[in-house]
């Protein structure tokens, strides 16, 4: 009887942990080069790119104030976590999300304040972004990030041609290759970018910051200029067939060696 009895206080403790989250598992067929939205006002998500033609939604929501929608199939769809009705303040919203969708999608992510990683893609990603982490992985063509604050960083590869990254306060850290004739821009106006690429990588760089500091690990020193507290850096490195653009108003930006 005891160990009955204890059991079932076990169990009653843990009720309270558990209730107020549905879970849910649902999918839909896509074609391998989709076109895929996700919005989402708060939460957690995750994003897997997978070798199927199928996008599957997985984890758990909060029962009480969140809805999941999945409209269209194959070449145009669209993932939203909403509230039911339309209330955005004083609500605990608890989504905890995995996505798998197919590698070759093109991914809208438009969130208030989700934490997002994606990994496994191979075509375009754009993301929107109030606050909250922003983590991508290499694979991509593309990548495309507007966000307020918060922190972000990008894998690149062999693959990643164009990158664009804007940011009011946070970070943003981008660790990878640079790719001839790539177009990569980072700007904030406050906080911290650093970029870790080879030093050999044929590239040319444009580097400015209003009221702050320029750490460069290969390459000449920055400028001050005449009459403002702000400091310039250009040159190039081989043939300089990508180009670099990076621009702080009151912050760090540090070019390390990778």
């Given at each position: 009887m005891k160990k009955i009895t204890l059991l079932t206080l076990v169990m009653l403790l843990a009720l309270p942990a558990l209730a107020g989250t549905k879970t849910v598992d649902e999918s839909v067929k896509a074609s391998p080069d989709a076109e895929v939205s996700i919005?989402?006002?708060?939460?957690?998500?995750?994003?897997?790119?997978?070798?199927?033609?199928?996008?599957?939604?997985?984890?758990?929501?909060?029962?009480?104030w969140e809805t999941l929608e999945i409209d269209g199939d194959g070449d145009d769809i669209s993932i939203e976590i909403s509230l039911p009705d339309g209330r955005h303040r004083n609500v605990d919203l608890d989504a905890d999300l995995e996505i798998s969708v197919p590698q070759g999608v093109e991914l809208t992510f438009e969130t208030v304040s989700a934490p997002l990683t994606v990994e496994g893609l191979t075509n375009v990603l754009s993301v929107e972004s109030?606050?909250?982490?922003?983590?991508?992985?290499?694979?991509?063509?593309?990548?495309?990030?507007?966000?307020?604050?918060g922190r972000v960083e990008i894998a690149g590869d062999q693959h990643l041609d164009s990158v664009d990254v804007e940011s009011v306060s946070g970070s943003i850290e981008y660790v990878g290759d640079l790719v001839s004739d790539g177009d990569y821009s980072f700007a904030i106006v406050s906080g911290?970018?650093?970029?870790?690429?080879?030093?050999?990588?044929?590239?040319?760089?444009?580097?400015?910051?209003?009221?702050?500091?320029?750490?460069?690990?290969?390459?000449?020193?920055?400028?001050?200029?005449?009459?403002?507290?702000?400091?310039?850096?250009?040159?190039?490195?081989?043939?300089?067939?990508?180009?670099?653009?990076?621009?702080?108003?009151?912050?760090?930006?540090?070019?390390?060696?990778?």
């Open positions: 919005e989402l006002i708060a939460g957690k998500v995750r994003v897997i790119g997978w070798n199927r033609s199928e996008i599957r939604v997985q984890g758990s929501l909060n029962d009480k109030i606050s909250g982490s922003i983590v991508v992985g290499s694979g991509l063509n593309e990548v495309e990030i507007e966000s307020i604050s911290q970018i650093t970029l870790y690429v080879p030093s050999g990588a044929s590239a040319e760089y444009s580097i400015e910051t209003f009221s702050g500091s320029i750490d460069n690990d290969f390459g000449p020193e920055p400028k001050k200029t005449e009459w403002l507290s702000s400091e310039e850096l250009a040159f190039s490195v081989g043939s300089g067939s990508a180009d670099v653009t990076v621009e702080a108003v009151s912050g760090t930006i540090r070019l390390k060696a990778d």
